[in-house]
């Protein structure tokens, strides 16, 4: 039983570049959060996505945007990226129509912003 | 919106010893509480986590335990062994939001 996954693993991309990361949900799972984790802190939550629609939405500008296929694997958009986007991106997954409110990790994509 | 603190920052012990971490939320409304392991540059692993209507849970050397009225809940880590060393972060969410609030984490450092 595959675990969460996500691509790539690393990514360098220049101010004011595009990038999109990839999220492979856990088997089972139809509900997919995006968090953003800077060096030394805790995640923070970007957005979560729960039947091809975005649901939730922290504190992230427009130019972070997402989606969601019908096999609920989801992607991440940054656009015109800044440095401070330098992080490790975290997606978790979770059984939205079982009730549980337990999330699963991925391993995370480090995106360095030059 | 919520917001969770944790203490302490930094943790060291000797292994054996018994290892707490504390976390306050703000949220009256948050029902879940789970607890992640991180490793360096590794995904943040779920440990434990513990529901409202639970004052407390323990799974072997980890327990956890949750103070509705005082809004904290804190990790018990006993007989700590080296491995245990990563850092811990608590977070808070409720049901309908489900967004987890992460603390800030504390590094846990258990010497041989």
């Known amino acids: 039983d595959a675990g969460v996954t996500q691509s790539p693993t690393h990514l360098i991309k220049t101010r004011g570049q595009q990038v999109t990361l990839r999220c492979s949900p856990k088997s089972g799972h139809d509900t997919v959060s995006w968090y953003q984790q800077a060096l030394g802190q805790g995640p923070q939550f970007i957005f979560q996505?729960?039947?091809?629609?975005?649901?939730q939405r922290g504190n992230f500008p427009d130019r972070f945007s997402g989606h969601q296929f019908p096999n609920y694997s989801s992607e991440l958009n940054v656009n015109a990226l800044l440095l401070g986007d330098s992080a490790l991106y975290l997606c978790?997954?979770?059984?939205?129509?079982?009730?549980?409110?337990?999330?699963?990790f991925g391993p995370g994509t480090r995106l360095t912003v030059l | 919106g919520e917001n969770v603190e944790q203490h302490p920052s930094t943790l060291s012990v000797q292994e054996g010893d018994s290892a707490v971490i504390k976390c306050t939320y703000s949220?009256?409304?948050?029902?879940?509480f789970p607890w992640y392991k991180q490793e360096l540059g590794k995904r943040p692993q779920l440990i434990i986590d513990?529901?409202?209507?639970?004052g407390e849970k323990k799974d072997q050397r980890i327990a956890v335990t949750l103070n509705k009225t005082a809004k904290h809940f804190s990790l018990h880590i006993t007989e700590t062994q080296p491995e245990d060393s990563a850092v811990y972060f608590c977070?808070?969410?409720?049901?309908?939001?489900?967004?987890?609030?992460f603390g800030t984490g504390t590094r846990l450092l258990v010497s041989p």
């Open positions: 996505y729960y039947e091809e629609e975005e649901r």
């Open positions: 977070a808070a969410s409720h049901t309908g939001f489900q967004k987890l609030v």
């Open positions: 513990i529901r409202s209507n639970v």
């Open positions: 949220d009256s409304a948050s029902n879940y």
């Open positions: 978790a997954s979770r059984a939205g129509g079982s009730g549980t409110d337990t999330q699963y």
